[in-house]
């Protein structure tokens, strides 16, 4: 049976008043604070969104991003650079893997592999939705 996957993006800061408010008490807000799991998913439940997997886009600093602020993700400049970035290959095996196994546990809890992957970043404007 075929399913469907559900892409959701977002940013730390910009999400939620919680996780925002939480950037807000790190040095270097939502680009470096850990955020645990459950809280990532409790933010998404309070906005009604049931996630199979949550992906941290944060990987990919880009020291020019400055010059494409008024761009978001699906812009091929940023696009190339996440792709392009040393972190990208490594990044992409992990979440094959998730992927995968998230798939392989709703086949076998009898469904059509339908998934929600929701990908996050600082701003929620460029890396998760590139």
Same mark, same amino acid.
């Given at each position: ?9 977002? !940013? ?5 008043? /919680?996780? &925002?408010?939480? &950037? #807000?008490?790190?040095?270097? !807000? #939502?680009? +470096? ?8 998913? $409790? $933010?998404?439940?309070?906005? +009604?969104? %049931? ?13 020019? $991003?400055?010059? @494409?602020?008024?761009?978001? !993700?699906? *812009?091929? %400049? ?5 792709? #392009?970035?040393? *972190?990208?290959?490594?990044? @992409? ?6 992927? @995968?196994?998230?798939? /392989? ?8 592999? +339908? ?8 701003? !929620?404007?460029?890396? +998760?939705?590139?």
């Amino acid at each position: 049976r075929l399913g469907h996957v559900l892409l959701v993006t977002f !940013g730390l800061e910009t999400y939620d008043e /919680e996780l &925002c408010d939480m &950037c #807000g008490r790190f040095p270097g !807000g #939502g680009a +470096s604070v850990r955020v645990p799991l459950d809280h990532l998913k $409790a $933010a998404l439940h309070r906005q +009604s969104v %049931q996630a199979d997997i949550v992906v941290d886009a944060r990987h990919f600093p880009d020291p020019e $991003a400055h010059t @494409l602020t008024k761009h978001t !993700g699906h *812009n091929p %400049q940023i696009i190339a650079r996440v792709v #392009g970035h040393r *972190n990208f290959q490594r990044w @992409l095996r992990d979440l094959k893997g998730d992927f @995968l196994a998230a798939a /392989e546990r709703v086949r076998c809890a009898g469904h059509a592999p +339908s998934l929600i992957v929701a990908l996050y970043c600082r701003a !929620g404007k460029h890396r +998760s939705v590139a």
